[in-house]
């Protein structure tokens, strides 16, 4: 998994130069990337959302393409239209700018329900149905989706079954003082943006997508995953838990996860860091737990807390990889 850890480093290292102290958060998208899934950034304006979109696209080469939602946008908009070619006589498909790979949606909650729904099909299936014509999306196909968590006027909910469909969701938050002064000498001559360029190529990340693939999960561990989403499920402030999407989301972030930091195999630290982006999104919390403020990132670490870890004894794993999980545990 070298290649992996060294592309992830790599891209990390690249963006870091723009998205100052914000490690963590960037590679969250880079999992997401990893994983072919998309990401939603739930902040305050001006923290970097986009930043982080354009300097992700940069260096690793892809198409990148904005599409700013507001309330009249049309679903056309987004995915295109055909359109009548009188010297061919024939209707011809002219692409919308859903028509990327790396696609910034840029305050996604400010569209009405309809456009929202355009988007569905293409994050689920990396293809868009225009006129009866389905036409494949671009590899790799990411949506990085930004929304305000403050304004709600003016503003339209995004559904369930496009929350469930964001692997992971993110927030940057406020840099620290030494970051915002760091911030500030960066820009002092230019935007560090336009000095970033490519870093990695389009074949490297498909390469790493493919071996993410071959990390191993213990079954132990895959029980686990399990037990966290059905925990959800059960829980008494919860009005709907995950969906099986959130094990899927637990199982390919993990991978990820483990690769980035150069082990085949996935171990109980790598599913608890990454629960609480994988399936806040996805729990709805009954309306009696929001109004004494409870929210779904503190019910995940909650069920982080009361689930039994598969740590008491050693979990099996594939000889080549045992020792080093031995050593690592201290046994």
Known sequence: MESVQQL???????????????????????????????????????V???VLAKSIARSV???FKRIQFTPDLLPSDVTGVSIFNQQTMNFEYRPGPIVAQIVL?????????????????????????????????????????????????GTFPLPEAQLDRFLVRLSLGYPGRANELQILENQKQTHPLEAIGQVVTNDDLI???????????????KEYMVDLVEASRQHEQVYLGASPRGSLALFDTSR?????????????????????????????????????NIDARGIVR??????????????????????????????
């Open 207 to 221: 390469a790493a997508q493919k071996a993410i693939k071959d990390v191993h999960v213990d079954q132990r561990l």
């Open 61 to 63: 080469g892809c198409v």
């Open 105 to 153: 949606a840029d305050e996604i909650n400010r569209a009405t329900p309809k456009t929202q729904s355009a988007l569905l099909e293409a994050m689920e299936e990396a293809q868009i149905t225009v006129d009866g014509t389905t036409h494949p999306l671009p590899t790799p196909f990411v949506v990085l989706a930004t929304e305000n968590p403050i304004e709600y006027e």
């Open 48 to 50: 970097g959302k986009t």
């Open 8 to 46: 992830a480093d790599q891209v990390a290292d690249n963006v870091g130069r723009v998205i100052v102290g914000k490690n963590r958060e960037v590679r969250l998208v880079l999992i997401a990337l990893l994983c072919r899934g998309h990401v939603l950034i739930e902040d305050v304006p001006g």
């Open 302 to 331: 909650e069920i982080l807390s009361t689930v039994t870890v598969p740590g008491a004894q050693q979990a099996a794993v594939p000889a080549e990889v045992g020792r080093s999980w031995r050593s690592r545990r201290g046994d």
């Open 256 to 292: 990820a996860w483990a690769a980035m930091q150069g082990r085949d195999f996935v171990t109980p630290d790598d599913i608890k860091d990454l629960a609480e982006p994988a399936l806040a999104h996805r729990i709805i919390v009954s309306p009696a737990a929001r109004m004494r």
